[in-house]
């Protein structure tokens, strides 16, 4: 069981919008905020006003922010220039960078002592600081808390627009949990395409040797979301193509007829299973016959899934979905866990992973270092009009995302299999799988395993699969001891995957209204014929 840390905060810390960020943090993180010194509760942290006494407390680390300001003019925000410091106190990837970013206008810059290091300053000077007293950290900031309300969650204050005021209470969260924190994935990216099929050597704007070219020369992974209605044909030179391009390109799955919000419908769960399962069926019918791998990965069209959907895909033979946050929001209103998207490197929702991606227009490179301060895969999408240069706006983010170290670029079932948090406690390895199917690699020392159900599959069993062939069924909270033999790196397998991927399909023989095929001919020659 992770050790829980009790924050102490001043009593008038209790604005609605305050309360409903406290509230978010305690469903996402092990903490426990108390208003004011209560009997009993023993503090591991402090947030205080910057009006209150000057003295740091003994031993306890601390995080000062400004009270003085009107609560309404929290929701001013103005563009701002902010520099981090090129300090190990500020956090990967934002050390020694210099950021736009909104944020709240609400008091003077800080003044600084000489025991007092700047973590972050706009043109005006000093905004984010911090010291050590006896080892202890001290963080002061002039930025109050983000303003939520009841109807925002986690992705509305942490996103591309604006981050550094959660980003201030967040890193005191992790310096006070640093002993039990988990660990984040291994940095990973790819590009999504939307919609593009393989009946030619090119689509629209896409030409597939010229973008293996490219990600090749430059160090990237282009995925191309293709819609099962479209695998009656796959021209041989192409599917050639990607088959000796696979560490540059690949396939994944867009919908199934790629009709209007055909994933969010309000479908019995028969007409949900019967559609999924066509998918699935025509997609294997194209890779037997192009002897292609398809990554069971779906792209909603447009972004639209149903959480109800959602609980489906697992049960079809998909390893995940992958779906913007706002998209899921925008479907999915009323359901509980819409507050918390967004932290986790992926939601697991009614069972099924959800990995994020966002579109190219925006703040792209803060989003991007969001995502890679969250563990998050690095995922942006587009269509084949963003790609009318030829992929240069492909090339420069690549090149963004591969300063920030050793990026892995691959598919979306390894990137699939790649969200997990994980911690050591002593010598046990605990594994926090969110995926249905996870490659881990053991850390240095890890004398044994333990998996930790994440909270949308509590009822999971799960087996292990080490170097040397052995499966290893395993309950949560159970440790498997390491052997020499096992080697480095292991495989997590949810126990019940593999009976859903073997389910028959041969059940529910969709037919296919005749308009949405003619509907997919007309988009597919309108895309061919926009740069003829």
Known sequence: MIKSYNIQIPQHFNSPSEMELFS?????????????????????????????????????????????????????????????????????PFRGRTVNTKLTQIRPVLSTRTDEKILAASKQGPIWIVSKVNGIKHFKSVLPLPSISTEQ??????????????????????????????QHPPLRASFIVDDPNLHWPSYGYIDYRKIAARAKKENYHVSFATIPLDTWFTHGATADLFRTNSRWLSLLIHGNNHSREELARNYSEMVRNGLLRQAIRRINRMEQKANLRVCRVMVPPHGACSSEMLAELP???????????????????????????????????????????????GNVKNSLLVAAYLGQPMILRGHHQDLKDGGEIFDEFAKFINGFGNVFWSSMTDLSRLNYLWRIEKTACHIKPLGMNITFKLPNGAASVVIENPGAMVDCTWQIVSADGNVHKIMPGEHLRLAEKMGSEISIERNALSQLQHASVAANHNSTDTVLILRRLLTEARDRLLIS
């Not at 779906?323 to 099924?352: T, V, Y």
Request: proline share 5%; net charge negative; with cysteine.
């Open 24 to 92: 978010i943090l305690q469903q996402l993180l092990p903490i426990r905020f108390i208003l004011g010194i209560q009997d009993g509760i023993e503090a591991n942290g402090i947030i205080a006003g910057d009006t209150e006494a000057q003295k740091d407390v003994a031993g306890i680390t601390s995080l000062r922010l400004p009270l003085s300001a009107k609560r309404t003019d929290r929701h001013k925000q103005i563009e701002t220039e902010v520099k981090f410091a090129d300090d190990p106190d500020v956090p990967f």
């Open 153 to 182: 969650n986690f992705s509305d204050v942490f996103n591309g627009e604006c981050f550094l005021e959660l980003l201030v209470l967040l890193e005191f969260i992790r310096e006070i949990s640093t002993g039990t924190a988990y």
């Open 315 to 361: 049960k079809c033979g998909f390893e995940s979905a992958c779906i913007s946050a706002g998209s899921l929001r925008a479907h999915n209103q009323d359901e509980p866990w819409i507050k918390k998207l967004g932290f986790f490197p992926s939601e697991m929702i009614e069972g099924c992973p959800v990995l994020p991606r966002w579109g190219l227009n």
